[in-house]
């Protein structure tokens, strides 16, 4: 009961921030929104149990999103353009869409359903046998880093070539070219 | 450059126990919520709020750019490299137990310290990366524009 009731009070509050989003001219304001809406998804997750997630969402996506979001703020516009044509068609399609997202999650596994895709594959197995295996008491580190560890090298090589990527746009780094003189001592030695 | 000192004064104060806090969440993340993923991010962060605070140039003075950059490949070549270490061990890729082979389980705790220090390393030098692009590119704006 006491659960629902949370559970409800942190939708209604999603609800209202993503509408406040909408309704907001200064940028300023809608990143910092933005991380108010992040930390309520942290607070749902919390309350799923998935602490871990949870953990990540609040230091991502209301910590340093937030930051890159203000970053962004400064090399551009803080006041949002004003829509200069009509809502009709950008609001169907959002209606249509999210009507079939919704159709979608009909398909889902209730909460906590033992015959849920995600409980009768391998998990199990990795919760029986990490304890011996392994014997770290926090199985999500388990999985992750160990039999999931090519995943996440390849999450790791994610995160360095997103690094990259932003280095190679926005940084400003110039290719080091060298100087007329350099390259004639280049040749000669 | 005198102005909120309530702001400096408290980021003075934060800052050690932030990287304390990311330090403890990289390296008891086997017992509680956490790892590299967010240990990195929680690490840049503390680096991300003195450069705000205080300015790029103070921060990069502790932090520079280039050493930013060489963190974010190290960390891969950090998690590569475990793997590759137990390649010449004569176990699989990434099978922790070549750490240990008469205890296996024991060389899985080593295993999963390194690739999470791997992945923490390379978190925080991708976040500190992009914020020092973002920042470098535009002097900071003045207060009255917000």
Known sequence: ?189 | MRHHLILRVVTKLLVSSIILFALYVQFHGDFSPGGGFQAGVIMAVAFILYGIVFGLEKVQAVFPAWLVHKLMALGVLIYAGTGVFSLFLGYDFLDYGAFTPDHPSHGQHWGIFAVEFGVGVTVTGVMVAIYYAFAMRRPAISDEEW
């Open chain 1, 1 to 189: 009961m006491a659960e629902t009731f949370i559970n409800l009070t942190l939708f209604v509050m999603l609800v209202a921030t993503a509408i406040a989003i909408t309704r907001m001219q200064r940028l300023f304001g809608v990143a910092m929104m933005a991380s108010v809406f992040s930390l309520l998804s942290a607070l749902l997750l919390v309350t799923l149990d998935a602490v871990d997630v949870a953990f990540t969402e609040a230091a991502v996506g209301a910590g340093i999103s937030t930051v890159l979001m203000l970053s962004t703020l400064t090399l551009t516009s803080r006041i949002e353009k004003p829509a200069t044509r009509s809502p009709l068609i950008p609001l169907i399609v959002v209606t249509v869409t999210g009507a079939a997202i919704i159709y979608g999650t009909l398909d889902m596994p209730n909460f906590g359903d033992p015959n849920a895709p995600a409980q009768v594959g391998v998990a199990a197995q990795y919760l029986e046998r990490s304890p011996e295996e392994i014997g770290i008491p926090n199985v999500v580190t388990v999985v992750l880093a160990s039999y999931r560890g090519f995943d996440t090298m390849g999450e790791t090589a994610v995160v360095f070539t997103a690094g990259v990527g932003v280095l190679m746009l926005i940084s400003g780094l110039r290719r080091r070219r060298r100087s007329p003189d350099e390259k004639d001592r280049g040749e000669t030695s």
